[in-house]
């Protein structure tokens, strides 16, 4: 007996359901025969599942298919090629070993290798020029790819992505069983020199070697260097001395010299000699100057003041060393500075020439017309006349004035903006003061601060002040 959904598989009379549900869709068995078959599906998401309609079932099993990753709900029938893999009794799946199978082989140049049809791929060497990588892979056919390694490149610095394989001139080097790297003593060569002149490097001979040679050249802007001028030959070149103005260490070179003049000792050490020290002498007027027989004669002038208090003149072979003569001033200045003679009876002269003032210190002059008063002198005004004050005065400079004339006035000109102050009396800036009758007089003392000519012992008589 069996109940609604079993089978009964024991006995002679099995007993077949009603009907019986499958994973998909219904079976319901047609008297008491249900069919029951196999399927094999593409991959679903259940290794082995059912489906069924009227009195048949299917049992399903899907193809394998290719994950990631172990999935056991992928899982499914699979087939593999015999040339590649065998299957034992058990299902177990083996590499057949001479038919091992790569599908492709992904290069760091090119595209990828495929194999050919027995999944062969055959690996090859290849030495290539210097590039970023010194060990690389590449593939030009099908079923090729090579290791490619490059070669040694020269290069300034150390660089590890421009090592590579190199080879070695066996005249100049050795390579041990090591591949050490040693240079062959007797066969050390230089290729080439690069000169500071020249068209182009200095080559050797075959043999390695370059001839060294030593010249005099024109001065230039190094006093010593190189040159090259034949393929094998380069010269150290000594400028010759040029003349300049100051000293300069790239100028300096051989210099010969005048034994009429110089000297050199066996030390290269440079001396005048006796009477021909000097060529010539330029002054500061006329023209360059030359010796005779190496002698000089110098002499002495005094000539007018002039911008320099000390010049030189001469011509042939005679200096002359003028001094001016000095000028009166307002105010001192180094270039008016020169010989001077003083009035005996105002002034005393020592030995050493210390300038003394005789009496008073104060020097009387009779004037008349335009005159320019000094400061320490006293004026009588003898005709009409105009005083123009000194322009740039000092602190306590003093000047008198006496009219003694019947007829005639005086006018005293402050410059700029200075002022004259008679009393309560004032000018303007650079106004006058105008005497009126004779007799009259003033006494100016200069006071820097207000720039005011003050009449500090008083004054005589009317004055005009405008």
């Not at 005048?272 to 007027?285: M, Q, R, Y």
């Amino acid at each position: 007996m069996s109940q609604e959904g079993i089978i009964d598989i024991v006995g002679s009379n099995p007993q077949i359901p009603v009907d019986f549900i499958a994973d998909v869709g219904s079976a319901v068995p047609i008297g008491n025969t249900l069919e029951i078959l196999g399927d094999v599906v593409p991959a679903g998401i259940l290794p082995v599942f059912t489906t069924g309609s009227g009195n048949t079932i299917t049992t399903n099993v899907q193809i394998t298919q290719a994950i990631a990753v172990s999935n056991p709900l992928n899982v499914g029938l699979a087939a593999f090629n015999s040339g590649q893999f065998s299957v034992d009794a058990n299902g177990f799946v083996s590499l057949i070993g001479g038919g091992t199978a790569i599908d492709s082989v992904a290069t760091n140049v090119g595209g990828p290798i495929f194999p050919d049809g027995t999944g062969q791929i055959s690996i090859l060497g290849t030495i290539a020029a210097a590039s970023g990588n010194p060990l690389r892979s590449n593939g030009t056919v099908a079923n090729t790819v090579s290791l490619v390694a490059q070669v040694s490149s020269a290069q300034v610095g150390s660089s590890i992505n421009n090592a590579g394989m190199a080879s070695f001139d066996n005249t100049m080097f050795t390579v041990d069983a090591n591949g050490f790297v040693s240079l062959i003593g007797g066969s050390l060569a230089i290729d080439s020199i690069a000169v500071q002149t020249g068209t182009s490097p200095v080559v050797p001979t075959g043999a390695g070697l370059l001839t060294f040679n030593g010249e005099v050249v024109a001065a230039g802007t190094n006093p010593v260097r190189t040159n090259g001028t034949g393929a094998n030959t380069m010269a150290l070149q000594v400028q010759i001395a040029s003349a300049i103005a100051a000293t300069d260490a790239t100028r300096i070179g051989l210099a010969a010299f005048d034994s009429a003049k110089f000297t050199v000792d066996a030390n290269g050490f440079v001396s005048t000699s006796g009477t021909g020290v000097a060529n010539t002498i330029t002054g500061n007027s006329g023209g360059a100057l030359s010796p005779t027989a190496g002698n000089w004669n110098i002499f002495g002038a005094v000539t007018a003041a002039g911008t320099s208090p000390v010049t030189t003149s001469g011509a042939g072979s005679t200096l002359t060393v003028n001094v001016q003569t000095s000028q009166a001033l307002a105010a001192a200045d180094a270039t008016k500075i020169g010989l001077s003679n003083f009035d005996s009876t105002s002034f005393g002269v020592t030995a050493t020439g210390f300038v003394t003032l005789n009496g008073g210190g104060f020097t009387w002059n009779d004037v008349s017309g335009a005159f320019s008063p000094l400061k320490n002198n006293g004026y009588f005004i003898t005709g009409t006349a105009t005083g123009t004050l000194p322009a740039s005065p000092a602190q306590g400079d003093t000047i008198k004035f006496f009219v003694d004339h019947a007829s005639q006035v005086l006018t005293i000109d402050a410059p700029g903006t200075q002022l004259i102050r008679l009393g309560s009396l004032v000018t303007s800036a650079g106004g006058t003061a105008v005497s009126t009758l004779q007799g009259d007089s003033v006494e100016l003392v200069y006071r820097a601060s207000d720039t005011c000519w003050c009449a500090i012992a008083g004054f005589t008589g009317t004055w005009i002040i405008s």
